[in-house]
């Protein structure tokens, strides 16, 4: 039996942890039934379902230069999909999440973050978890 790769361990980790944080907020979470779907999972309360798509942000940069940053890569092979979902959850290693309304992914990169944390950026108001402490109770709040 071979080994899983390392990115897609990586990639089911946050789509496991994205569902456990909109469990948490009283969601029901459905998977698609094939592993390549065009989004990771959906999600519904009331009358509502949500399509998520889940991406793992990384660490770019060299910090003797001063600019280190963290981003998320939001298409697959430059083309663009933002409306076949409507919500981007992206997760980095230290667990915080940013849930982002697809209509706001409007770049092929989102930096989310530099090394010394010194820079507002306009995905910090989609910041909803640091540690597993939550923000928002709805989705409709992030919808504007």
């Not at 940013?98 to 010194?118: E, F, H, R, S």
Request: proline residues 3%; charged residues 25%.
């Amino acid at each position: 039996m071979s080994k899983p790769h390392k990115t897609h361990s990586k990639g089911a980790w946050c789509e496991y942890l994205a569902a456990h944080h909109f469990l948490e907020q009283g969601y029901q979470v459905f998977w698609p039934s094939i592993q390549q779907g065009s989004v990771d999972f959906i999600v519904e309360r009331g009358r509502r379902l949500d399509r998520m798509q889940v991406k793992k942000a990384s660490w770019q940069g060299t910090p003797q230069n001063g600019n280190k940053y963290l981003q998320v890569v939001t298409t697959n092979n430059d083309r663009e999909y933002t409306d076949q979902y409507d919500f981007l959850v992206v997760i980095d290693d230290v667990k915080r999440i940013w849930i982002i309304p697809a209509t706001q992914v409007n770049v092929k990169c989102l930096v989310l973050d530099d090394m010394y944390g010194n820079k507002r950026r306009p995905t910090d108001r989609y910041l909803v978890s640091q540690e597993w402490t939550y923000g928002k109770e709805s989705l409709d709040e992030y919808r504007g």
